[in-house]
């Protein structure tokens, strides 16, 4: 009986510490639900209770300088699934509108059924037709688990006039959402499929956009709404007006016509630009809703390259639109005065190589002011020989020339200032590196290895009238279209060139329009102008060699160039125009940019 006891108290103990310590457990465990995981437990619960629906904020609308709409939004019909709401099976739904939509009920039914959610809507059909609309409407009682509701999508009224500075949007790349991620950015692109590709749609995307909302629903445990918890609206993109003037962006559209070229007119003391065109252009609404496959063949093999922003990527020999900047180098340099002669018989001879001038018998006696009137290839030959390469460099590239300009787009080209150091670099001249005195006689007048683009000649033109300022060039505009309200002081850096030989500069630029190669274009013009006209060879031709334009191909026909700069009424203006293949920048370069100052004087 004894033993009875004793064993009976034994399990009464080990019982009791088996109690014990199985509630020390369920107290540990317990606390730790309540006390240590309870924000994350807490975070489930809600998650399991609400739903976030985020509320795609208005893209903000881009205007000219005078109130132009430029961009904006357009509103269109899509239908949405609430998978929440379904009654019936998915596939049921999906049969039951074929009638009503253009669409592939199998293969959405495929798609939709490897991955979805009752918590998340989903996107049946965009855009629908007006046809489509009508259909869906008369029959929309039948389908309480679907939503008509309207979206925006980018529109541009002009269509193709400034494509390549507005850019387009266009579906998030897996890239592009890497990198939303990498910066925390992620989260205001819930519920948006676009972002800004190209132009000011890209480089100004983060004002654009605007603030993504979000609402947080009740839900029951079968998914059903029970009440709006919380509201956080959207917050629409902010109107950005640009400097632009859209009617002369036109213009010269039109006076390019069907020609391959750029055209860049800014004001030569702030750097706004009013005019940026790049030909041939596109229709930016061929983006709208997704671009389609054969469309964007189209654009991409084009030989004519659509696509390219000449004004800011393309990169051309400047030819004697460089002659006002070498001199200028010279002057400051002391390497040339002013007043230095010349006899030029037509050609430079270095060694056994002839460098012929434009013209044939020379231009006489030449000092530097006839030398930029008349554009006198020999006189810059022998300039760019004593002057030597480096010195050459390191001045044009205090000028601005072989860098970005800073211009508020992507993206930008560099174009090509040279040097020996340049060229050493080069993987194309690893077989023959070494920089040789003829290069530099080329250098000289424009062509062999330089190479810019639009923008720098039309920045490097803005210098020489503004009184030696380099501008940074900006298409958003400094003034609010609302408030008037200054939005940035205008970048200028003052260069270190003594006040006479810019003045200089200018007057032999004035000679050019007045008795020189533009002489004919700016003729019978009332206000002041000055300019360069520059004719700049697409390929090299051999010692003594000329070329038929009859016979050669159009696209190897010489570029035509001009810069030049007017004022009026302390108004300001600088230009460059570069029209490919087309001649005698007299011909057909300069008179685009006297009908450009004509509007701009008026």
């Not at 509320?55 to 430029?70: A, C, F, Q």
């Not at 800014?266 to 983006?287: C, H, R, T, W």
């Not at 930008?412 to 920089?435: C, D, F, R, T």
């Not at 380099?470 to 609302?482: A, D, I």
Request: net charge positive.
């Amino acid at each position: 009986m004894y033993l009875s006891q004793h064993k009976s108290i034994v399990q009464l103990k080990l019982g009791s510490a088996l109690i014990v310590a199985l509630s020390i457990v369920l107290i540990a465990r317990f606390m730790y639900l309540q006390i240590w995981d309870h924000d994350d437990l807490f975070s489930q619960a809600e998650n399991n209770r609400t739903i976030l629906l985020p509320i795609t904020p208005t893209r903000g609308k881009i205007l000219d300088r005078h109130g132009e709409t430029l961009a904006t939004n357009q509103i269109y019909f899509q239908i949405v699934l609430h998978p929440h709401k379904l009654s019936k099976g998915l596939k049921e739904v999906l049969l039951s509108l074929k009638p009503l939509l253009d669409l592939d009920a199998e293969k959405l039914y495929s798609k939709l059924s490897k991955k979805w959610s009752y918590k998340t809507p989903i996107i049946l059909k965009k855009p629908l037709s007006d046809e489509e609309l009508a259909k869906f409407l008369s029959q929309q009682y039948r389908f309480p688990e679907l939503e008509l509701s309207t979206y925006t999508e980018r529109y541009y009224p002009f269509k193709d006039s400034a494509s390549h500075v507005l850019g387009y949007v266009g579906a998030i790349s897996k890239q592009e959402y890497k990198h939303l991620e990498a910066k925390g950015k992620h989260g205001n692109y819930r519920g948006t499929s676009a972002i800004g590709k190209t132009g000011i749609e890209q480089y100004y995307e983060e004002q654009l956009h605007g603030t993504t909302g979000l609402q947080t629903l009740e839900v029951t445990a079968s998914s059903k709404i029970t009440q709006l918890v919380e509201d956080n609206p959207a917050v629409p993109g902010v109107t950005l007006r640009l400097s632009l003037d859209i009617k002369l962006q036109q213009l010269i559209e039109k006076l390019l016509e069907t020609k391959k070229g750029a055209v860049v007119v800014l004001n030569a003391q702030s750097g706004e630009i009013l005019a940026m065109v790049s030909k041939p252009n596109y229709d930016l609404n061929l983006f709208n809703n997704g671009i389609r496959k054969t469309d964007w063949e189209e654009l991409l093999h084009n030989e004519n390259k659509p696509l390219l922003h000449r004004a800011l990527n393309g990169v051309y020999p400047p030819g004697s639109t460089y002659k006002p900047f070498m001199a200028l180098a010279a002057l400051e340099l002391g390497v040339r005065k002013p007043e230095d002669n010349l006899v030029d018989p037509g050609y430079f001879q270095l060694g056994e190589h002839i460098f012929l001038d434009d013209k044939p018998g020379g231009h006489g006696v030449v000092n530097m002011y006839k030398a930029i009137v008349e554009s006198c290839n020999t006189y810059f030959y022998k300039l760019a020989f004593d002057m030597t390469i480096d010195r050459i460099y390191n001045k044009l590239y205090e000028f601005g020339f072989g860098q970005t300009t800073g211009i508020d787009l992507r993206h930008e080209a560099k174009g090509i200032l040279p040097s020996v150091a340049w060229k050493q670099n080069q993987a194309q001249y690893q077989s023959n590196p070494q920089w040789s005195l003829g290069d530099t006689i080329s250098v000289g007048i424009g062509q062999g290895f330089n190479s810019f683009s639009p923008l720098q000649l039309a920045v490097g033109a803005a210098f020489i009238a503004n009184g030696g300022y380099k501008v940074t060039p900006r298409l958003l505009s400094s003034q609010n279209l609302v408030s008037g309200t200054t939005l940035f002081q205008p970048n200028r850096t003052k260069l270190p060139i003594q006040t006479k030989n810019l003045e200089f500069i200018t007057q032999a630029m004035q000679g050019v329009n007045q008795t020189g190669t533009a002489r004919k274009a700016f003729s019978g013009s009332s206000y002041f102008s000055a300019g360069k006209t520059g004719t700049a060879q697409v390929f090299s031709l051999n010692q003594g060699e000329t070329y038929n334009t009859k016979t050669l191909s159009k696209k190897l026909h010489d570029h035509a160039l001009y810069i030049g700069f007017a004022q009026q009424n302390y108004q300001q203006y600088a230009i460059s125009v570069v029209v490919e293949n087309a001649g005698f920048g007299a011909e057909s370069a300069a008179p685009i940019a006297r009908q450009v100052f004509d509007y701009l004087m008026k």
